[in-house]
């Protein structure tokens, strides 16, 4: 008899496991793995970053494993849209624009752009954009100002945007706009005292979210909820630290 219970017991420990197993859910989040300090792939192609951290953050809080599958910038929303990921995460701004396709998370963080030029550029303000060679990576906010900024004939797209600031270093551009952190990192990692970050070129504030597809409210309501209780015990703020998203220590603003 005891026995008989001892294996009930197992027996039912093993069907308590197969039926958590079961439960685990697993959410695929495309991601664009050439944004430092956002996401880049370390030497064993793994995703890190300030996303990949805070996807982990936030899996750990809605119980579900978020996986990375690396593709390009442009192709993230679309693939959102049409379920090939379940999340977008890869340092989207939250427009209407992508909206009309996607929905979003609240916003876990905010910034803008900047313009990365010569120190020697006679680029004064916005206006002296006008004319100018603007380069930026395909489908980012920043190829949108750049097309706004200057003619279409001297707006040019970049599968990275560390590929267009070899070019402004090279000359083949006049102005790289990109998301500030971005621009930090990139400029931090050069260390070329020929390039600098514009103080007279300014753009709006930009929110950060999660892009996820139309009808998902149950997930979404988890993902807020989770986002904005990382927001509430300081985790968020350790990211940004540790990632320097607002730069160094002793340079942030």
Known sequence: MKKLIALLVALT?????????????????????DFPPFEALDD???????????????????????????TSFDSIVTGVQTGLYDLGISGFYITEERLANVDFSVPYLQDSQSAI????????????????KIGSQSGTIGLESAEASTD???VFAY?????????????????????????KKILAELNDPTLTISETVSFGVEYYGIALPKGQDELKAKINAAIEALIADGTIDELVTKWE???AADDAE
Do not use: C, H
Not at 44 to 62: H, K, P, R, S
Not at 117 to 132: F, Q
């Open 13 to 33: 420990m093993v069907l308590v496991n197969v039926a958590a197993l079961a439960e685990t859910v697993t959410l695929k989040a495309g991601t664009s793995p």
């Open 245 to 247: 998203i607002y730069g």
């Open 152 to 154: 279409e004939g001297n």
């Open 117 to 132: 030029v010569k120190v020697d550029s006679d680029i004064t303000d916005n206006a002296s954009l006008m004319g100018k």
């Open 44 to 70: 064993a192609g793994n995703v890190i970053g300030f996303d990949a951290d805070l996807a982990a953050a936030i899996g750990a809080v809605i119980g579900a494993e978020i996986v990375f599958e690396p």
């Open 159 to 183: 599968t990275k945007a560390l590929d267009a600031v070899m070019d402004l270093k090279g000359s083949k551009l006049d102005v790289v706009i990109t998301d500030t952190p971005v621009a």
